[in-house]
């Protein structure tokens, strides 16, 4: 249980992240953190999900993943061509 609250808890700061930067910039933004707390809450809530052994919230995770890890893709290549 301990697994799922700290997943739920990392997955839940993305949208404080995302909210205080949009804030500062007074315009909806979406910075690189917020990407990087829905990977890794991703991750350890599918790591609890399998231990729990919840086909359902299993296959609710799987897909974000592959998107957030998509999103940090797209973000560092686009900062290697800026350079």
Known sequence: ???GFIGQGMFSMRFIVQWIASEKAKQSVIPFSFWIFSLAGSIV???YAIFRKD???TLGQLP???IYSRNIWLIKR???KIK
């Open 1 to 3: 249980m301990i697994l």
């Open 45 to 47: 809530l599918l790591t």
């Open 55 to 57: 086909i359902v919230f």
């Open 64 to 66: 974000g993943m592959f």
């Open 78 to 80: 686009s900062n290697k």
